[in-house]
Nanobody, 118 residues
Framework: QVQLVESGGGLVQAGGSLRLSCGASGGTFSAYTMGWFRQAPGKEREFVAAITRIGITNYADSVKGRFAVSRDNAKNMVYLQMNNLKPEDTAVYYC????????????WGQGTQVTVSS
C-alpha cells in the first residue's frame, strides 16, 4: 500500500513562491507517474501537474510557466515549485499515484493548504 504525505503549504502574498513536497512510502516510487491536484473551497478537485517515472512533465494551462514539477527517486519525493502565485491558486494541494491498471490516480495524501493573499 502506497502512502503519501504532502508538506510545504502556507500563506504567501500574490507574486510569491512556495515549494510543495510529497513523500512516498510503501511502494516502488521510481516506477510511478505522480500527479499534483488541488481543490479550492466549493470547487471540484482539478489536475495541476504530473511527472512520469522518466521525468516527462505535463501541466494544466492555468499553471504553465509558473509551476514546475520534479522528482527525486532516490528520496522517494516529488516536488511542486510554485512561482508568481495568484489568489486563484488558493486551494488544498494533493499528490497522488497514477494507477495504470485502473487508469486513475489513487493513494491520495492528506493535502497541504496553500493560501495566496492579494
Amino acid at each position: 500500500q502506497v502512502q503519501l504525505v504532502e508538506s510545504g503549504g502556507g500563506l504567501v502574498q500574490a507574486g510569491g513562491s512556495l515549494r510543495l513536497s510529497c513523500g512516498a512510502s510503501g511502494g516502488t516510487f521510481s516506477a510511478y507517474t505522480m500527479g499534483w491536484f488541488r481543490q479550492a473551497p466549493g470547487k471540484e478537485r482539478e489536475f495541476v501537474a504530473a511527472i512520469t517515472r522518466i521525468g516527462i512533465t505535463n501541466y494544466a494551462d492555468s499553471v504553465k510557466g509558473r509551476f514546475a514539477v520534479s522528482r527525486d527517486n532516490a528520496k522517494n519525493m516529488v516536488y511542486l515549485q510554485m512561482n508568481n502565485l495568484k489568489p486563484e491558486d488558493t486551494a488544498v494541494y494533493y499528490c497522488a499515484v497514477w494507477v495504470a491498471s485502473r487508469s486513475e490516480y489513487d493513494y491520495w495524501g492528506q493535502g497541504t493548504q496553500v493560501t495566496v493573499s492579494s
